[in-house]
């Protein structure tokens, strides 16, 4: 079984920064490649940013230049790092980690970001 727990969500002004976390436990290699997606409400749940083993990173287009995700492999924990905030990366973030032929999601943390 694999456990992720997401925190540092928040509510922020617009132009703010949020750093969010992931602690990842169980049956998952600190390398195991990572994924954050997010959820406004009425959309479906959407892809914001990625980084494999190796730390490669990718990101959705909409977020491309403001956030960063990152890893610490001796923490077993993945971060997002989001800056200039805008009204619309309000969402509910979920940290998703694939293992094997499973997917697994964490209970994820709010972001609101007021105008």
């Known amino acids: 079984q694999v456990q992720l727990v997401e925190s540092g969500g928040g509510l922020v002004q617009a132009g703010g920064s949020l750093r969010l976390s992931c602690a990842a436990s169980?049956?998952?290699?600190?390398?195991?490649?990572m994924r954050w997606h997010r959820q406004a409400p009425g959309q479906q749940r959407a892809f914001v940013a990625a980084?494999?083993?190796?730390?490669?990173?990718n990101y959705a287009d909409s977020v491309k230049g403001r956030f960063t995700i990152s890893r610490d492999n001796a923490k077993n924990t993945v971060y997002l790092q989001m800056n200039s905030l805008k009204p619309e990366d309000t969402a509910v973030y979920y940290c998703?980690?694939?293992?094997?032929?499973?997917?697994?999601w964490g209970q994820g943390t709010q972001v609101t970001v007021s105008s």
């Open positions: 998703n980690a694939p293992v094997m032929w499973n997917d697994y």
């Open positions: 980084i494999t083993s190796g730390g490669t990173t």
């Open positions: 169980g049956s998952i290699s600190s390398t195991n490649p």
